[in-house]
């Protein structure tokens, strides 16, 4: 069964102080892995993809990186309009079907 | 704008009750997917379509209908059989080829 493990849960940063989040998985297969970012009361919204390791991928002050076992979210000097939750999720062949399975998310508040 | 609509925001069911919740793309999305969303857990799927007149059950799909009579329409009814549905529910389409899930804004459903 493919697992997705987030942490930490909740991280509190200082405006302009940099930190990354940490999503380790299991899964047989991965087929790729997603960053979400999800606002109080909103739906998920898409950030990146990631298929295979050592890949990269920017945006703003966002960078994601995946190793064979785990996939980071840098956020350098990060602002309070990052406050969010994020998820990860990956993605493996299940039963004819692209199964994803997601984790709880890491609730990132940054503090002016 | 291209986008997935869901609605309503908010939705209360009284005991016994039936509803539907609502999800629209016009984004030309093949996929279409229903997932729950508790605190603390991650999102779960409840159902899948893959194309027209075809769906699947997901992990958590008991107490709960589907329907897709039209690519761009995809709802979901929570029957009286669902003991707990007190939920965020989030619904998303992905196009066929690629990978990547998008979502709706949620529906928030309350048991009077």
């Known amino acids: 069964e493919d697992q997705v493990t987030q942490s930490p849960e909740a991280l509190r940063l200082q405006e302009g102080e940099s930190s990354s989040l940490n999503c380790s998985y299991t899964v047989s297969g991965l087929r790729g892995l997603f960053w979400y970012r999800q606002d109080p009361g909103k739906g998920p919204e898409f950030l990146f993809t990631?298929?295979?390791a050592g890949e990269e991928k920017e945006k703003e002050r966002l960078k994601a990186t995946l190793t064979k076992k785990e996939s980071f979210l840098h956020i350098t000097a990060p602002k309070p309009e990052d406050s969010a939750t994020y998820l990860c999720?990956?993605?493996?062949?299940?039963?004819?079907?692209?199964?994803?399975?997601f984790g709880t998310g890491t609730k990132l508040q940054v503090i002016p | 704008d291209g986008g997935i609509t869901q609605s309503p925001k908010y939705l209360f069911r009284k005991e016994g009750q039936n509803v539907t919740l609502s999800c629209e793309q016009n984004?030309?999305?093949?996929?279409m997917y229903w997932y729950r969303q508790d605190p603390g857990q991650g999102l779960r799927l409840i159902y899948y379509s893959q194309i027209v007149n075809d769906f699947q059950k997901g992990d958590i799909a008991e107490g709960y209908s589907v329907s897709r009579e039209k690519k761009e329409s995809f709802p979901l009814t929570v029957t009286s059989a669902q003991k707990n549905p007190t939920a965020f529910y989030l619904c998303?389409?992905?196009?066929?080829?690629?990978?990547?899930?998008?979502f709706g804004a949620g529906t928030r459903l309350s048991v009077l």
């Open positions: 998303a389409s992905r196009v066929g080829g690629r990978n990547i899930q998008y």
């Open positions: 984004l030309n999305h093949d996929a």
């Open positions: 999720a990956v993605q493996s062949p299940s039963g004819g079907y692209q199964k994803v399975t």
């Open positions: 990631l298929y295979s």
